[in-house]
């Protein structure tokens, strides 16, 4: 799916996805990576909602979010509650979506200019 967008100087913004790529301000990323709004890790090194691991967790922490999206792969999987405790622990909000869903909510919640951070899984 392919996005509009008027200004990429405003941060990092989805503007396309599909089943193997996501484009930020229009360059493609073909792996696993955490985008916000103005930080992105262009490696998250995961390749499948059953690898995360705390210390992906821990990566995506250090962007200091105050909501965090987690995009699953071409479907939802929930992980174990374990593995993202520490999310909860801080009192950060968090939710699970395919990674498609979590491209488009990311970007309706950095526009409204709330402090999200998505990872996202291909």
Request: contains cysteine; glycine residues 8%; aromatic residues 8%.
């Given at each position: 799916m392919k996005?509009?967008?008027d200004?990429?100087?405003?941060?990092?913004?989805?503007t396309?996805y599909?089943h193997?790529?996501i484009?930020?301000?229009?360059?493609?990323?073909n792996?696993s990576?955490?985008?916000a709004?103005?930080?992105l890790?262009e490696n998250?090194?995961i390749?499948?909602?059953?690898g995360?691991a705390?210390d992906?967790i821990?990566?995506?922490?250090?962007?200091?979010p105050?909501?965090?999206?987690i995009?699953t792969?071409?479907k939802?999987?929930?992980?174990?509650?374990?593995t993202?405790?520490?999310?909860?622990?801080?009192?950060?909000?968090v939710?699970?979506m395919?990674?498609h869903a979590a491209?488009?909510?990311?970007?309706?919640?950095?526009s409204e200019?709330?402090d999200v951070v998505?990872?996202?899984?291909?």
């Amino acid at each position: 799916m392919k996005f509009a967008q008027d200004n990429q100087d405003s941060g990092y913004v989805i503007t396309a996805y599909d089943h193997d790529a996501i484009s930020i301000n229009g360059k493609a990323f073909n792996q696993s990576l955490i985008i916000a709004n103005t930080q992105l890790n262009e490696n998250w090194g995961i390749a499948a909602i059953e690898g995360l691991a705390p210390d992906h967790i821990d990566q995506v922490l250090a962007f200091t979010p105050e909501l965090i999206i987690i995009g699953t792969g071409s479907k939802l999987i929930f992980p174990a509650v374990e593995t993202y405790s520490a999310i909860i622990e801080r009192g950060i909000g968090v939710d699970f979506m395919d990674t498609h869903a979590a491209c488009r909510t990311y970007n309706i919640l950095m526009s409204e200019g709330r402090d999200v951070v998505a990872g996202l899984i291909l």
